[in-house]
């Protein structure tokens, strides 16, 4: 994904939400992005699937404008928002991921192989057959993980994926968003949790300003039993 001189506003008298913003999701790459309440992580995220059209600028996945091309820039997208409010209560969660499938071409019995994979790959295997309304928010998220994994889209923009989720929840999305990864495939996620950094790949982007700025992610701090003097940067100093 490259994203080149992205400006965007929700009203023209207020300060932008991003000003002249670049950076790309190079394949393989796990980048989260942090940045304080109201920076404008959701706001992104959603300028990257389409939803939100920049006022300036190009957003582009596998060289497909998702302004110009929204149905086939899309195509290459899995997302999941936050809260998220996009499925149908009623429905289980087959049934949902059934009809989400559809809309990605997949029917019949790869659809319902597919499905089932999802769901266990998620933990949620025992609710496959539950109403949406009756899920807790994490089991909600985990749907929507799975959701986003349909049909392997190539970029996951997934909207803070380990909130709501326990710790065992959470070493289970990172080991899919590895997998992910290992396949060529890469993701972008919003997160307020430092943890959520430790198992990413070497940088992370931080939004403040209206800017989104690329930053190395931070070294461990050393153990006590570390000889080493080097002054290790912290998140913050990263900031
Ligand atoms: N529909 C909207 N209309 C006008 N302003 C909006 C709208 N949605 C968000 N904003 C504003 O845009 C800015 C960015 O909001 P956004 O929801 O993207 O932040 P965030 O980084 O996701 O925040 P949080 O960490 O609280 O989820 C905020 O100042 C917010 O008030």
Known sequence: MTVTSMSMSYRKTTTPVFSE??????AGRLVPVLGSNGAGKTTLLKILCGLITPSAGSVTVQGED????PVAARAHLGVSLYPERSFYFRLTCTQNLRYYASLRDLYGAR?????AGLLD???LEEFADTQFMRLSLGQRKRLGLARALLGSPSLLLLDEPTA???????ARFHEIIAEHAD??????FSTHTEGDLEKTTDRFLRIAESRVLSLPKPEPEPTAASESTAEPMTLQEAQ
Do not use: Q
Not at 111 to 115: D, F, G, Q, V
Not at 164 to 170: I, Y
Not at 183 to 188: A, D, H, K, M, N
């Open 183 to 188: 396949g060529g495939g890469s993701v972008l």
């Open 121 to 123: 790959r998620v933990g």
């Open 111 to 115: 659809a319902k192989r597919e499905i």
């Open 66 to 69: 998702v302004v110009r091309r």
């Open 164 to 170: 709501n989720l326990d710790t065992e929840n959470v």
């Open 21 to 26: 913003v670049d950076f790309t999701v190079p």
